[in-house]
């Protein structure tokens, strides 16, 4: 029978399935296998529940997964090409790999399996964030996330308040996982070399009491008052709360205040005044 190291050259595969990375899917494949392992590494352990991959391309990742024990991954590939291409792994790797041709933005992560869910994946940079805030609102589905981002996008990430980098995607993660950067990638390491740095993420969901049930009011909330960052909270509010200043009173906060002054905790209790209104 044969395995995964007798598969030819992840270079060999794409050139065989014509799988030139497509801007329109936002690829840029990681081949080197010792990266891969590293970051298959870092999801450990990987035995049992199902491991998630969205947007496998040619596999490299998905051959890291399968090599450091995962026994039930769950490919999520939208470029047809790359279905193709990963039908050869598919074929070595028995029972332990499952094929979905699907967009990712689509799919209901607790139809793919019982849990624990774990995503681990190398992000398609073009989707990256609109998928982690879709995964942000089904925490209560994920044991945890091991992703690979544009550095600039951990940086937000992880953001303290009172930086540049703080904004509403800091707050949303920060309130929903712990988050913690892991190791950065240099762009050679990509075929074709994006223009930035990568960095891979761990993010594990609070506990589902430390959290909101629902986070549309701290989308709301986050979108008002970073949507327009120089105001001061009292006007980037006004569109609401009827009287945003006795509000921010009310909670303690300042209404000359900006919206990167405030901490994660105290978003959330706006959003709650929001829900109770």
Sequence with gaps: MESIASLPPLRETIAAHGLDAKKRFGQHFLLDLNLTRRIARAAAPLAGGIVIEVGPGPGGLTRALL?????????????????????ELEAVAGNRLSLLEADALEVDLTGLGPAPRRIVANLPYNVSTPLLVRWLHEADALADMVLMFQKEVVDRLIAAPRTKDYGRLSVLTQHVCEVRRLFDIPASAFVPPPKVVSSVARLVPRPAGERLAD???????????????????????????????????????????????????????????????
């Design 67 to 87: 090599l450091e024990g995962a026994t039930n991954v769950v490919a999520i590939e939208l470029d047809p090409r790359a279905i193709e291409a990963l039908h």
């Design 215 to 277: 986070l549309g009011p701290l989308e709301r909330v986050t979108a008002a008052a970073f949507g327009q960052r120089r105001k001061m909270l009292r006007g980037s509010l006004a569109g609401l709360f009827p009287d945003p200043t006795a509000v921010l009173i009310g909670l303690g906060l300042s209404p000359t205040a900006r919206a990167e002054e405030l901490l994660v905790a105290d978003f959330v209790r706006l959003a709650n005044h929001l829900t109770s209104e």
